[in-house]
């Protein structure tokens, strides 16, 4: 949950940096590279908290949306191996993730972005 409210933060600041260059900048009848820019930075971090959202599902089913029912305490069991697959199934998709599908992205915007900016010149 941690991982989320820092996205979500860091989503706003960036918005917030977006908005305040743009402003700063001469208004034209085109699309700027610093806006296209942002709007890659801010739409790849709305897939990651779209990740993470999807991880949590994957781990508690998100447990908050069920009907609330009031229930005697009963001791906490260990992790049943279902559960414990689920885990493994969440921490394998963040990984394969964070490790290879969002690098890979980012190089690949970063060759086009450039390359355009390069030819522009």
Same mark, same amino acid.
């Given at each position: 949950?941690?991982?989320?409210?820092?996205?979500?933060?860091?989503? +706003?600041? +960036?918005?917030?940096?977006?908005?305040?260059?743009?402003?700063? @900048?001469?208004?034209?009848?085109?699309?700027?590279?610093?806006?296209?820019?942002?709007?890659?930075?801010?739409?790849?971090?709305f897939c990651i908290i779209? @990740?993470?959202?999807?991880?949590?599902?994957?781990?508690?089913?998100?447990?908050?949306?069920?009907?609330?029912?009031?229930?005697?305490?009963?001791?906490?069991?260990?992790?049943?191996?279902?559960?414990?697959d689920k885990a493994k199934?969440?921490?394998?998709?963040?990984?394969?993730?964070?490790?290879?599908?969002?690098?890979?992205?980012?190089?690949?915007?970063?060759?086009?972005?450039?390359?355009?900016?390069?030819?522009?010149?």
């Amino acid at each position: 949950q941690v991982r989320l409210q820092v996205s979500l933060t860091t989503l +706003l600041v +960036l918005y917030t940096l977006s908005v305040q260059v743009s402003s700063s @900048l001469p208004p034209t009848a085109y699309v700027k590279m610093i806006d296209i820019w942002f709007f890659f930075c801010i739409s790849l971090l709305f897939c990651i908290i779209l @990740l993470h959202v999807f991880i949590e599902y994957i781990d508690t089913g998100f447990p908050l949306l069920k009907p609330f029912k009031l229930s005697p305490v009963k001791p906490k069991s260990p992790m049943t191996l279902v559960e414990n697959d689920k885990a493994k199934k969440s921490e394998m998709v963040s990984i394969t993730v964070r490790i290879f599908i969002v690098p890979i992205i980012v190089v690949i915007f970063n060759i086009v972005f450039w390359s355009c900016i390069l030819l522009q010149n």
